[in-house]
């Protein structure tokens, strides 16, 4: 080729070169409108220094003077430099690799070669860069899997794609023969990949590892580096100890301490247990003489066992943030529920003591009217005072024995004689019903004394009975009744709360002993379901039926004798 040709050439690849940059920089969006040219060209010159000297210190196994390297760790730097401060320092990049050509490789390539090639690494690995970036989402200091994931799929595509074209370019200006190609491009690929995914996790790494070094005791962190050190050791000594290391006899070991410190640390100690497995490895073989085959092989080993340890890292910090984001979960889900039952005890609380405070305004107005009508007759007004005060107590003792259950479970059984109970009950209720124009019933049979709390099952009979009541109300034509049987069972008793209103639709009968579960346009549904909750802590149990298919409604309360009590339900 002559030097005209040569010129000509050059001047090409130059231009296209310059219009696909310009194309690059328009797609990734990256090239900043304001830039400034002393922190560019500072940062410029120390990224440019740094690859020089790093290309120098590791020219292993260069492949027939080409600047082919079977490890590239400078491919980690550029890609690392685009990717934090974007596609704009490609022309560094540029320059770094054209001056590596010169002064590292002593111009071993044409000057068109050596532009072309340079221009190939410039915008192969910008293209790279704004392809995770842009097109993935991926960041430098976030180590989650997808950014892992991205990491170790594109990295090597994009590393393939970039040694095809280099070695391309070398056959095209007749540095390389077309015989080894392939062998160039291999060499190219393992150099430049191992580079790359070996470097760049460990600046992943550093940007969650000063927080969680300082979360981890020392002990800990230097048990953990012991022993996967100890282990990295025992491997590669097994590995290069015996004849016919060239075989790769016993690398499988090399996962054990990988797969350990990928699971005791993460991600973080994933990438630096990694990193330093490939340094051990590569002095190993470096002052070991072996030739490039063997290392060759060794590096696409490491290949291996660095995407098994990468991705189980990866996978071990997320499920550490998935169980940390379901703890948080977990506790937001107590704190809502403590809003809620504080809220649903405040509701309870007031249907408890509705029904006998709703009984002191009467006997207060009983009494009222008693005064003015009979001012001469203090006897009555005495009587309507004395059953306002006994409510008062009443609803007091609810309080306390509601507290105690609420907040131990606790009950408070003796034995009752459950006739005596139910008669006060239908007897309280008996105002209440005579004003919605209802008929109670009492058909109670001689049934043993049973071991109950009597406040909490008087209670949960008025709710059971005050709800009879007022779906008897509704009974239409016929006159409201409510009739409550007591009778006695072979080893309990059984009441039943009977009524003739119109019965219980299918949809609410689904849900009837729910809490907030209600047909009553002022109801607040707690009444059925706290008298579950308190039956049910007896031992006993509460059921429904229908009586007639157009209506009616019959409850039955089932209680043992002896139940053991105590405890809720």
Request: net charge neutral; proline share 4%.
């Amino acid at each position: 080729m002559s030097l005209g040709d040569g010129g000509t050439a050059l001047g090409d690849v130059v231009r296209r070169s310059n219009s696909a940059a310009a194309g690059l920089l328009r797609w990734s969006g990256s090239w900043p409108r304001e830039l400034a040219p002393a922190q560019y060209a500072l940062i410029g010159g120390i990224f440019t220094a740094a690859y020089l000297g790093l290309e120098w210190l590791t020219r292993v196994h260069e492949l027939e003077g080409l600047g082919i390297t079977l490890w590239n760790p400078v491919k980690a730097l550029s890609l690392g430099l685009l990717l934090l401060k974007g596609v704009a320092y490609a022309p560094v990049l540029f320059l770094a690799a054209l001056l590596v050509d010169l002064f590292i490789y002593g111009a071993a390539k044409s000057v068109a070669s050596t532009v072309a090639t340079s221009a190939v690494v410039a915008l192969g690995y910008a293209a790279l860069a704004a392809g995770l970036t842009r097109g993935l989402g991926f960041a430098v200091g976030r180590s989650d899997l997808r950014s892992v994931i991205a990491l170790l799929v594109t990295v090597p595509a994009g590393t393939f794609v970039i040694a095809c074209l280099y070695c391309g370019f070398l056959v095209w200006f007749d540095d390389l023969p077309a015989r080894q190609y392939w062998e160039a491009v291999q060499h190219l690929w393992v150099g430049d990949t191992v580079g790359v995914i070996i470097i760049l996790p460990v600046a992943m790494a550093a940007s969650g590892s000063v927080q969680r070094l300082a979360e981890t005791r020392p002990a800990v962190l230097l048990i953990d580096s012991g022993a996967f050190l100890a282990g990295v050791l025992i491997a590669l000594w097994l590995i290069f100890s015996f004849e016919g290391a060239h075989e790769y006899h016993f690398f499988y070991l090399l996962f054990l301490p990988v797969s350990w410190i990928a699971m005791r640390t993460g991600f973080v100690g994933a990438a630096a247990g990694v990193c330093v497995v490939h340094l051990l490895l590569l002095a190993l073989i470096s002052w070991g003489g072996y030739p490039a085959s063997t290392f060759m092989g060794y590096q696409l080993l490491v290949l291996a066992l660095v995407f098994n340890g990468l991705l189980l890292g990866a996978v071990v910090d997320e499920r550490r943030r998935s169980d940390e984001l379901l703890r948080e979960q977990h506790a937001e889900v107590v704190r809502m529920t403590r809003h809620a039952t504080a809220g649903a005890m405040g509701v309870s609380l007031a249907h408890q003591i509705s029904q006998p405070l709703s009984n002191v305004a009467m006997y207060l107005h009983v009494g009222r009217q008693l005064l003015a009508d009979k001012p001469a007759d203090p006897t009555s007004i005495a009587e309507s005072l004395e059953k306002a005060t006994s409510q008062l107590r009443h609803a007091k003792d609810i309080l306390e024995r509601l507290r105690d259950f609420v907040s131990r479970g606790t009950l408070r059984p003796a034995p009752t004689d459950l006739g005596a109970l139910t008669r006060k009950v239908v007897a309280l209720a008996g105002d209440d019903a005579r004003a919605h124009g209802v008929s109670v019933r009492l058909e109670a049979a001689s049934v043993p004394p049973v071991t109950v709390d009597a406040l909490q099952l008087e209670q949960s009979l008025i709710n059971v009975i005050n709800n009879a009541i007022d779906a008897a109300a509704e009974a239409g034509r016929l006159p409201g009744c409510v009739t409550v049987r007591v009778a006695a069972l072979d080893k309990g008793v059984r009441i039943e709360i009977e009524d003739n209103g119109p019965g219980v639709s299918d949809v609410v009968a689904k849900h009837l002993f729910e809490p907030f579960v209600t047909t009553k346009p002022s109801g607040m549904g707690l009444g059925l379901a706290l008298s579950r909750e308190l039956i049910g802590a007896h031992g006993g149990t509460i059921d429904w039926e229908r009586i007639r298919p157009d209506g009616g409604a019959r409850f039955t309360i089932e209680l043992p004798l002896s139940p053991e009590v105590g405890h809720g339900a």
